[in-house]
């Protein structure tokens, strides 16, 4: 993927994107988003990028929809990439803030109506990451829930001509390589070394 410099690239998601956004300067958080900007100002020093981060903790595909216009179109990426959809098999474990289980049908339909109106908004390019793993072998419910919404990402990826980046893949293999190291800080929310596994894959499969 080519991009000028100058061009804006938005991060959209929940909490594992948006982590701390708002407590810091820049409003990137301390995750994965700034991490993926410090590598790209080491890899080039001809291209800077406007790296814009609006991720909101707690949000499913239906909060994010609702927030579509003023979070995403309006801001008008060059490039948008997004990762949604733990939060939406999550709420099995329990309502959070009035927020239930999205069936998956539910789920497809509103990640299209993301992409669709990001298309017609003239967005051009996209970033499609697979719902992140969790730690957690013995709720086989919710981990079969959470396949089902990667592959379909993936497909998604493929009918949009988008880019797909296989973040709970590359989480599952580490996981069971690396068992000694700790890749979350909750068993679902990644801590630094977690963050830095997802900037690496995300770099590593866009290819600026």
Same mark, same amino acid.
């Given at each position: ?7 804006? *690239? ?7 994107? &948006? ?5 810091? !300067? &820049? ?40 927030? /579509? ?14 990762? *949604?959809? =733990? ?8 309502? /959070? ?27 051009? #390019?996209?970033?499609?990451?697979? !719902? ?12 079969? #829930? ?16 988008? *880019? ?16 000694? =190291?700790? /890749?979350?800080?909750?068993?679902? #929310?990644?801590?630094?070394?977690? #963050? ?13």
């Amino acid at each position: 993927m080519k991009l000028d410099s100058g061009a804006t *690239i938005l991060f959209q998601g929940d909490s594992i994107t &948006d982590f701390g956004r708002n407590d810091t !300067p &820049d409003g990137l958080g301390t995750g994965y988003v700034p991490m993926i900007r410090a590598l790209l100002a080491v890899k080039s020093k001809e291209h800077k990028f406007n790296i814009l981060n609006r991720g909101i903790g707690g949000d499913r595909t239906v909060e994010l929809l609702a927030r /579509w216009k003023a979070d995403c179109l309006d801001l008008k990426p060059e490039l948008l990439s997004i990762m *949604i959809g =733990v939060n939406d098999v999550w709420r099995l474990r329990g309502e /959070w803030n009035g927020q239930k289980f999205v069936a998956f049908e539910e789920y497809c339909a509103n990640y299209r109506s993301l992409l669709d109106q990001a298309k017609a908004a003239g967005i051009k #390019h996209f970033v499609l990451m697979s !719902p992140s793993a969790i730690e957690d072998n013995k709720d086989a419910e919710l981990l079969q #829930h959470l396949d089902q919404r990667a592959e379909f990402v993936k497909a998604l990826a493929k009918e949009y001509k988008a *880019i797909y980046v296989p973040i709970r893949e590359e989480q599952k293999r580490v996981m069971a390589l690396y068992p000694e =190291v700790k /890749w979350t800080a909750d068993g679902c #929310h990644p801590n630094p070394a977690g #963050h830095a596994l997802f900037a690496q894959v995300w770099l590593n499969t866009v290819k600026l």
